[in-house]
């Protein structure tokens, strides 16, 4: 092993401690042969590749004359201002990587993908790869799936929903072409997925934060979910979801045994078909911020035994209509309202359906192996739904000879054309699914990734799914629903009222706050304006930036007020940051034109968060309105103890 090398691994080893072991493992490639350029200090090398007629042709990796104006002149074409992330597709001998990394350093995330590990092995036996240990840099090789691109670039989504360039080296292509297009492909459903999730963080960001503010007192009053951490250890759990495919398999958890057996864990979608075949879970999870999700609970009986587990986030309707125990997770921002009021309450993983919550919730309860049925990820039979589920019910004064459920399900599904996908099913034959539905699935597979535990898919449709243990439900029941155990813990479905009068007095001291911190922004607005104005008078500016300061000093005063606010203010969060960006990347900026720029950011910034203070008041009324009735529900009779 090399000095190279051995300078290599370790900047490979610190950032990415699985890809050093596999570099470290693999052997160097011998058709590389590298020798000193035209141009002093710089080299040059080629590959010999087979020319397909039994014969071998040379390719070239690196200009033989002047390699670093080659590399120059590729990093040039990184478009540094209207793009925040760059993919480089090959790593050559690495000259080219090493321009752009110095090119992006501090303005763009630089993905780096060589699809021949054994080359790669090889350049870093003999070049010293300094920009492998930029901290804007990723390095990817071989075909990594898109489970693996999510799991390690997920925390750059911010910067990939800005916009991706791909800068693709001419000598990779020309020897993996194919392995670069599969690349590409998977990454571009990342890109995908990045924008998703973004796009919906901004757009529920205030229905979000409402939701937080309306389920205050049943949070903060009510049952957490820490008495139920590893209570069903070692227990099989099967999910059950609502798609298509669960119509083949429903009758299996028919069986009044099986619920001793088993942790039977059902999404909000597939209660009611569940509670029409005498199915109880022991569990249903919700998180939809929509109120159109009350049609899942509507007209159902009492389920004193099956207790509803939500993400606080969920719409407050679902769980005021909720006939049975509930049980919250712990959310940041519930917690940063109560202060000093909070309860210590453990998180599940923020999930982006009901059926991840229904996964780390199994893994909470600490069950093993956990059974997938119902999780189609497509339009299994070009169905949305199995029959029976809540918007069946909807849809039911619109069936007529001519308008059957099929044609209303393929309807919804023809709606969304534009981003629908033809893949492949469990069983080879086409099914289309949709860009949400592959956002999901890249999560799912993600967290299976993840997983300590064994995760069956027994969906027998829709989508295969990575890292899973493909089985028939049949198959997966038999082997794994064992003994009887003891049954679960059920939570009282009573609040706390001494709690809720407390609540409501802290909540109070929340809204003075936020009164507090948008006057001191309405304060900010002329003082930011005349800095704009006056940006050359160096004696006034003086005076305005001690203004400015005393001003901040109040906001932090007032840090956790300012936290809950810009919780609301997503969009304003995301435009400050492609603001700061934009300042950035600007090199032809001098310092006054700079500083004019920051100052506008700022202006644009303080009227979003003036913005955000109103509504938060708006919403603290309402929670303070809700706190008020659940306060009466739940008073305790006279002469009880509270």
Not at 67 to 91: I, K, L, N
Not at 149 to 168: K, S
Not at 258 to 273: E, F, G, N
Not at 497 to 514: G, K, N, P, T, Y
């Amino acid at each position: 092993m090399s000095d190279t090398f051995e300078r290599n691994y370790e900047r490979l080893r610190t950032r990415w401690p699985e890809l050093a072991e596999r570099l470290g493992a693999v052997e160097p490639s011998e058709a590389l042969v590298v020798e000193p350029s035209k141009q002093p200090g710089y080299l040059t090398g080629a590959v010999a590749v087979s020319d397909g007629a039994g014969g071998a042709r040379r390719i070239t990796l690196a200009s033989r004359h002047r390699p670093s104006d080659e590399a120059r002149r590729f990093a040039e074409q990184a478009d540094v201002t209207d793009r925040a992330a760059v993919v480089c597709m090959g790593v050559g001998l690495g000259h080219h990587v090493r321009e752009l990394a110095k090119r992006l350093a501090g303005k763009s995330l630089l993905v780096v993908y060589e699809p021949d590990t054994a080359l790669l092995r090889s350049v870093l036996e003999t070049i010293d790869a300094d920009w492998l240990g930029a901290p804007h840099v990723e390095l990817m090789c071989d075909e990594p799936d898109v489970s693996t691109i999510t799991r390690r670039l997920e925390t750059y989504a911010p910067q990939i929903a800005q916009g991706v360039q791909v800068l693709t080296h001419a000598p990779t292509r020309q020897m993996h072409g194919e392995r670069m297009n599969v690349f590409a492909d998977r990454f571009t459903q990342f890109v995908a997925y990045c924008r998703t999730n973004v796009a919906t963080s901004m757009v529920i960001a205030l229905q979000t934060c409402r939701n937080y503010a309306n389920n205050l007192g049943r949070y903060a009053a009510g049952a957490s979910l820490n008495e139920l951490k590893d209570a069903a250890a070692g227990r099989p759990a099967v999910l059950v979801a609502a798609g298509p495919s669960l119509a083949r398999n429903i009758h299996l958890l028919e069986d009044p045994q099986l619920r001793q057996r088993v942790v039977i864990i059902a999404a909000q979608t597939a209660l009611k078909p569940l509670l029409a075949r005498g199915i109880k879970p022991h569990f249903v999870t919700a998180l939809d911020y929509h109120p159109i999700s009350q049609r899942f609970y509507d007209g159902l009986p009492e389920l004193p035994d099956v207790t509803l587990v939500a993400e606080p986030k969920v719409n407050s309707a679902v769980v005021d209509h909720y006939p049975g125990p509930v049980r919250f997770c712990r959310a940041g921002f519930i917690d940063t309202l109560l202060g000093e009021l909070g309860k210590p309450m453990d998180a599940l993983p923020a999930g982006s359906t009901v059926a991840h919550l229904s996964l780390y919730l199994a893994q909470y309860l600490g069950c093993d192996p956990i059974v997938l049925t119902g999780q189609d990820l497509g339009f299994t039979d070009g169905l949305y739904y199995m029959p029976g589920t809540a918007i069946h019910e909807v849809w039911s004064a619109e069936l007529n000879p001519f308008n059957s459920l099929e044609m209303l399900e393929w309807q919804r599904i023809a709606r969304h054309k534009a981003h629908l996908r033809k893949l492949d099913d469990v069983n080879g034959r086409p099914i289309y699914t949709d860009e949400q539905m592959l956002t999901y699935l890249r999560q799912f597979e993600r967290d299976f990734g993840n997983a300590a535990q064994t995760i069956i898919d027994a969906t027998e449709g829709g989508l295969p799914k990575a890292h899973t243990t493909r089985m028939a439900l049949s198959e997966a029941l038999a082997a794994h629903a064992g003994e009887l155990c003891e049954p679960l813990p059920t939570p009282p479905r009573r609040l706390d009222h001494e709690r809720l009068r407390l609540v409501s007095l802290h909540l109070q001291r929340r809204v003075d706050e936020v009164r507090q911190l948008m006057q001191t922004s309405r304060q900010t607005l002329p003082i930011l304006r005349e800095m704009v104005e006056q940006q050359r008078d160096l004696h006034r500016m003086g005076k305005l930036f001690k203004k400015l300061e005393a001003n901040k000093r109040r906001v932090a005063e007032l840090n956790e007020a300012f936290g809950l606010v810009n919780e609301l203010n997503q969009i304003g969060a995301f435009n400050r940051l492609r603001a700061d960006r934009a300042i950035q990347v600007n090199d032809e900026l001098d310092d006054y034109a700079r500083q004019k720029a920051q100052l506008e950011r700022d202006t644009a910034n303080v009227k979003w968060l003036i913005e955000a203070c109103e509504l938060v008041l708006e919403m603290f009324g309402e929670s303070a309105a809700r706190l008020e009735v659940l306060a009466d529900e739940h008073e305790p009779p006279m002469g009880a103890v509270a």
